[in-house]
């Protein structure tokens, strides 16, 4: 082509690339066509203006489609006008492939890039109702096998034991660490009164059924109510789950034996079927056999993913088990034994061993529970070693130091310098050593002076007061009570990892209208010595129990919803 000669332009497009903090607004693409008149016109024009003028037009032709002048713009119109086009679509580009992984990764969209991850979404739901609830119903597990005497099935029919002897024999199970990536989220609903548990659903056989479980970092073994048939069940929120005689777990093996290796006079290798039996510290029970099916699980993307898994079909509740089953099925054990679900799940490479929940301060808000690691914060947790020998089913750490606001209170017996704290989910309330609750129970009698009278009237929790003016949430009479701070790692205040329990999380309002305090005499449950934080204390708190690094942490959060933390904290949406 001759360097003098103008190419004829017969069109152009314009493609405009979604803005980068709103990928979702989508591209769009603009078409505009240069008349045959216009092209004429111009020619004309410039001829003319050639013969007349030696000098470039001072007034150049307007396209009425356009309204502006490209020349004026782009004196060498199509090379510097194309040129200009074609560098800016490639920096689009360059852009897009750079920053769209990231962008992807913090609006959970990367679909394509994390097949691999699955995240599994676990609400958690508060029981629907209200009803009156005493002390002694408050729930409290720890769920602990028990000694069994077996008996063989007959037929279809899953026979019963002979009466148990119970001894709270705890089964020794070790955590399993594996390495998968995948993070099972689960949704959680639930409050500390007047229902006392935190619950959620999960979907069991072919076709999938749902069933509601009451979440409990305490208990080993999942179990869902049975009809097999069934001796006491609730009625629960959902029918009984119906087991075929094939979902019937052996008692050989690996799991019956995890079980019932250590019970050598309920032991049973001839007995066609494995049978179990509970004993929880309120000393509630369930029995049952163990049951192996498909358990349906909630990726984020929205897909389904299914696992066989071994849970116990439970025929026969007693005790406080059957107030909580008037809304739900049963009980979703997460403790670190091996029969536990994180670590059937873990075992066969879905998650890595971590379980993480979050319990909304306030009923009616969110709240969701995690198996895997996915969720974990890379920034912001404070982290302190999960102890184990004795308590290693449990989740456990330990305490140097122990306040009341600015008053200290005693770790296990009188004198102690170290204490152990023990997170339960299954506990509706928190348990301290009966030093403690008694330092407590002395330094909140100031309360009384500030007008707070103890209602002695008031059966719903050992110490509750009643005000002048009516009590319609904790945050009423917040200012007339302190902060509970728990102190792990290190004697230095700097530098220790610090738990900190605001007045919302030890106080309750009852149906009386009084303000009662949450925290009861731990003496006579468990061992006697351990702070169990329970779930009136875990309230808007992000708790993540580490299986794989043996460590337990923790991070104030609204508990909305869960978010993904691969990227920088500085990329965050």
């Given at each position: 082509?001759?360097s003098?000669?103008?190419?004829r332009i017969?069109?152009?497009?314009?493609?405009?690339?979604?803005?980068?903090?709103n990928p979702?607004?989508?591209?769009?693409?603009?078409?505009f066509?240069?008349t045959?008149d216009y092209?004429?016109?111009?020619?004309q024009?410039q001829?003319?203006?050639?013969?007349?003028?030696?000098?470039?037009?001072?007034?150049?032709?307007?396209?009425?489609?356009?309204?502006?002048?490209?020349?004026?713009?782009?004196?060498v119109?199509?090379?510097?006008?194309?040129?200009?086009?074609?560098v800016?679509l490639f920096?689009?580009?360059?852009?897009?492939s750079?920053?769209?992984?990231t962008?992807?990764?913090?609006?959970?969209?990367?679909?394509?890039?994390?097949e691999?991850?699955?995240?599994?979404?676990?609400?958690?739901?508060?029981k629907?109702?209200?009803?009156?609830?005493?002390q002694?119903?408050?729930?409290f597990?720890l769920?602990?096998?028990?000694?069994?005497?077996?008996?063989?099935?007959?037929?279809?029919q899953i026979?019963?034991?002979?009466?148990?002897?119970?001894?709270?024999?705890?089964?020794?199970?070790?955590?399993?660490?594996?390495?998968?990536?995948s993070?099972?989220?689960?949704?959680?609903?639930?409050?500390?009164?007047?229902?006392?548990?935190y619950?959620?659903?999960?979907?069991?056989?072919?076709?999938p059924?749902?069933y509601?479980?009451?979440?409990?970092?305490g208990s080993?073994l999942?179990?869902i109510q049975?009809?097999?048939?069934?001796?006491?069940?609730?009625k629960?929120a959902n029918?009984?789950?119906?087991?075929?005689?094939?979902n019937?777990?052996p008692?050989?093996?690996?799991?019956?034996?995890e079980?019932?290796?250590n019970?050598k006079?309920?032991?049973?290798?001839?007995?066609q079927?494995?049978?179990y039996?509970?004993?929880?510290?309120d000393?509630?029970s369930?029995?049952?056999?163990?049951?192996?099916?498909?358990?349906?699980?909630?990726?984020?993307?929205?897909?389904l993913?299914?696992?066989?898994?071994?849970f116990?079909?439970a025929?026969?509740?007693?005790g406080l088990?059957?107030?909580?089953?008037v809304?739900t099925?049963?009980?979703?054990?997460l403790?670190r034994?091996?029969?536990?679900?994180?670590?059937?799940?873990?075992?066969?490479?879905?998650?890595?061993?971590?379980?993480?929940?979050c319990?909304p301060?306030?009923?009616g808000?969110?709240?969701y529970?995690?198996l895997?690691?996915e969720?974990?914060p890379n920034?912001?947790?404070?982290w302190?070693?999960?102890?184990?020998s004795?308590?290693?089913?449990?989740?456990?750490?330990?305490?140097?130091?122990?306040n009341y606001?600015s008053?200290?209170?005693?770790?296990?017996?009188?004198?102690?310098?170290v204490g152990?704290?023990?997170?339960?989910?299954?506990?509706?309330?928190?348990?301290?050593t009966?030093?403690?609750?008694?330092?407590l129970?002395?330094?909140?009698e100031?309360?009384?002076?500030?007008g707070?009278?103890?209602?002695?009237?008031?059966?719903?929790?050992?110490?509750?007061?009643?005000?002048?003016?009516?009590?319609r949430s904790?945050?009423?009479?917040?200012?007339?009570?302190?902060?509970?701070?728990?102190q792990?790692?290190?004697?230095w205040?700097?530098?220790?990892?610090?738990?900190?329990?605001?007045?919302e999380?030890y106080?309750i309002v009852?149906?009386?209208g009084?303000?009662?305090?949450?925290?009861?005499d731990?003496?006579g449950?468990?061992?006697?010595s351990?702070?169990i934080?329970?779930?009136?204390?875990?309230?808007?708190?992000?708790?993540?129990?580490d299986n794989?690094?043996?460590?337990i942490g923790?991070?104030k959060?609204?508990?909305?919803?869960?978010?993904?933390?691969n990227?920088?904290?500085?990329?965050e949406g």
């Open positions: 082509m001759d003098d000669e103008i190419p017969n069109g152009f497009v314009i493609i405009t690339l979604p803005p980068l903090d979702s607004v989508g591209k769009t693409i603009s078409a066509t240069l045959d092209s004429q016109t111009q020619q024009q001829s003319s203006s050639e013969e007349q003028n030696p000098l470039p037009s001072q007034t150049p032709p307007q396209n009425p489609q356009l309204q502006f002048s490209f020349s004026s713009l782009f004196p119109f199509p090379r510097k006008f194309m040129a200009f086009l074609g800016s920096a689009l580009v360059l852009c897009s750079l920053f769209s992984h962008l992807q990764e913090l609006r959970n969209s990367n679909d394509d890039q994390e691999d991850k699955k995240s599994f979404i676990f609400p958690l739901y508060h629907i109702g209200f009803r009156e609830v005493s002694r119903d408050v729930e597990k769920g602990r096998f028990v000694d069994m005497d077996m008996e063989n099935v007959i037929d279809d026979m019963r034991p002979h009466q148990s002897k119970i001894n709270s024999k705890l089964v020794s199970a070790n955590s399993v660490a594996v390495a998968g990536d993070s099972p989220v689960f949704p959680v609903r639930g409050n500390v009164y007047p229902d006392g548990l619950f959620t659903y999960i979907r069991v056989g072919n076709p059924r749902p509601h479980l009451d979440i409990d970092t080993d999942t179990w049975c009809d097999a048939p069934c001796t006491s069940c609730a629960g029918p009984l789950y119906k087991p075929r005689k094939v019937i777990l008692s050989k093996d690996s799991l019956c034996v079980i019932q290796g019970q006079a309920g032991y049973c290798e001839t007995c079927q494995c049978d039996e509970i004993e929880y510290a000393r509630s369930s029995m049952g056999v163990l049951a192996r099916d498909e358990l349906h699980l909630m990726i984020s993307n929205g897909s993913s299914k696992s066989n898994v071994v116990g079909c025929y026969d509740q007693q088990l059957l107030n909580t089953m809304k099925d049963g009980i979703l054990g403790s034994a091996k029969v536990s679900l994180p670590s059937q799940l873990a075992s066969q490479g879905i998650i890595n061993n971590v379980v993480g929940h319990l301060t306030d009923a808000d969110g709240g529970m995690f895997g690691d969720f974990v920034w912001g947790m404070a302190v070693p999960m102890l184990g004795s308590s290693k089913e449990f989740y456990c750490a330990e305490v140097v130091k122990m606001g008053s200290p209170l005693s770790l296990g017996s009188l004198g102690s310098r152990r704290v023990l997170f339960d989910t299954g506990s509706s309330y928190t348990y301290f009966k030093q403690a609750y008694s330092e129970i002395s330094a909140l100031e309360v009384s002076t500030m707070l009278i103890q209602d002695a009237s008031d059966p719903t929790l050992p110490i509750c007061w009643r005000a002048k003016f009516p009590i904790v945050i009423d009479v917040k200012q007339y009570f302190n902060t509970l701070t728990l792990s790692g290190s004697q205040w700097i530098v220790s990892k610090k738990l900190r329990i605001p007045p999380g106080l009852s149906a009386k009084n303000i009662c305090l949450g925290i009861l731990g003496s449950v468990h061992d006697g351990t702070i934080l329970g779930d009136i204390s875990l309230r808007g708190q992000l708790v993540v129990y794989v690094n043996n460590k923790w991070a959060s609204d508990c909305v919803k869960p978010k993904r933390f990227s920088l904290p500085f990329f």
